[in-house]
């Protein structure tokens, strides 16, 4: 009866072990730790940076929740904006917030109206096959005023592919990544169409970023220039 006891409680444990070891971070998990992100045009000049920094950490069970702040910085480094995103785990899957996606300039001249989110946010899950298909995502914002609306913003993140597994070497350091690729669908005046393809990495987030347009054509990229964990 003990050995049967005590084969019921391992079992039991390494289940409990393994679903909190099933979920991935695809983001660094320690309070305080800063990265440096900075965006190119085609041609490889500096358009901009931000950086972003983790400002609180929430456990829960096997359940981890990010807070991130963040500031975006023009090519000169003259600050733009600033705000927050969430990255998180839950029941094994990481969750990257889709607020991430959005450009906050864009809602700059909007900030005392009324602004609503509603989003599907990006998921990860805990086992990354290569050639896996990954669920769509999708984030849409509304401006009102006076409960008069101003205008909706919607984006749509479709056909996520996990390409393969590469090594991305930048400024930050050289880093095993998941090369993942998906298409882009902006709608607001018009409807916009783009391709993107991304390198992530495991307790680290992007590494490297690079948007095209509708015909494959790259129109910039972004990369990780520091990362620094306290």
């Known amino acids: 009866m003990k050995n049967f006891l005590f084969f019921t409680v391992a079992c039991l444990l390494f289940s409990v072990t393994s679903i909190a070891q099933?979920?991935?971070?695809?983001?660094?998990?320690?309070?305080?730790?800063?990265?440096?992100?900075?965006?190119?045009?085609?041609?490889?000049?500096?358009?901009?940076?931000?950086?972003?920094?983790?400002?609180n950490k929430e456990e829960n069970d096997n359940n981890i929740s990010l807070t991130v702040a963040h500031k975006s910085f023009d090519d000169k480094g003259k600050?733009?904006?600033?705000?927050?995103f969430k990255a998180r785990c839950e029941d094994g899957i990481f969750y990257m917030d889709m607020r991430n996606m959005i450009d906050e300039s864009t809602f700059a001249a909007y900030q005392d109206m009324e602004i609503?989110?509603?989003?599907?946010?990006?998921?990860?899950?805990g086992v990354m096959d290569i050639g896996a298909q990954l669920p769509d995502a999708d984030i849409a914002i509304s401006v009102g005023s006076g409960g008069m609306p101003v205008f909706k913003m919607t984006v749509f993140i479709k056909n996520r592919k996990v390409e393969g597994l590469e090594t991305i070497t930048?400024?930050?350091?050289?880093?095993?990544?998941?090369?993942?690729?998906?298409?882009?669908?902006?709608?607001?005046?018009?409807k916009v169409q783009a391709k993107a393809v991304q390198w992530i990495a495991k307790d680290v987030g992007m590494?490297?970023?690079e948007s095209y347009n509708k015909n494959g054509k790259l129109q910039g990229y972004s990369e990780l220039t520091s990362l620094k964990r306290f």
Do not use: H, W
């Open 170 to 190: 930048t400024e930050a350091g050289s880093f095993e990544c998941y090369k993942m690729s998906y298409d882009i669908e902006t709608r607001m005046v018009v």
């Open 79 to 84: 600050p733009l904006t600033e705000g927050e």
């Open 22 to 55: 099933d979920c991935q971070m695809f983001f660094p998990v320690d309070q305080g730790t800063e990265m440096e992100i900075k965006d190119f045009d085609k041609k490889g000049k500096l358009s901009g940076s931000s950086i972003q920094t983790i400002v």
């Open 116 to 125: 609503t989110v509603d989003a599907n946010d990006m998921a990860f899950p």
């Open 207 to 209: 590494v490297r970023s």
